[in-house]
């Protein structure tokens, strides 16, 4: 079943997300990540967020390594399971766009294409 007639037949529920920092967790304490995705699992979410909500190319070198990790933990502890959906978190640049900050609006853009690409 896709997302969108899962959402039709009734509610869905997100995860609480993992807390501050925790990025580099996707190289280093995988199986932690995992394991908190399966316990949203468990709890009752129908959808958990990638482990990728401070990634970006400003920030983490290593960015798509992050995200190629995020991703495939988070598909890892769906275990499967139809009604387990995975969804790509992107979350602020860390920034302020322009006149209010040095970031260009098409810098942002690319930024926020660069995380998607990968």
């Known amino acids: 079943m896709d997302i969108l007639n899962y959402i039709k037949s009734g509610r ?6 993992t807390g501050e920092r925790p990025e580099n967790w996707c190289l280093e304490k995988s199986e932690v990540i995992e394991g908190l995705h399966r316990a949203y699992f468990e709890a009752g ?9 401070g990634v970006n190319k400003d ?11 995020a991703i495939s933990i988070a598909i ?14 992107m979350g602020p640049t860390g920034r302020m766009l322009a006149p209010y ?18």
Do not use: P, Q, W
């Open 12 to 17: 869905v529920y997100l995860d609480g997300g």
């Open 76 to 89: 890892k502890a769906k275990d499967g399971k139809e009604d387990r959906f995975v969804a790509f978190d």
């Open 45 to 53: 979410s129908n959808v958990v967020c990638t482990n990728t909500f």
């Open 101 to 118: 900050g040095d970031m260009s609006f098409e810098e942002c853009v690319e930024l926020y294409g660069a995380n998607v690409r990968a």
């Open 59 to 69: 920030k983490f070198k290593n960015y798509e390594e992050i995200i190629r990790a």
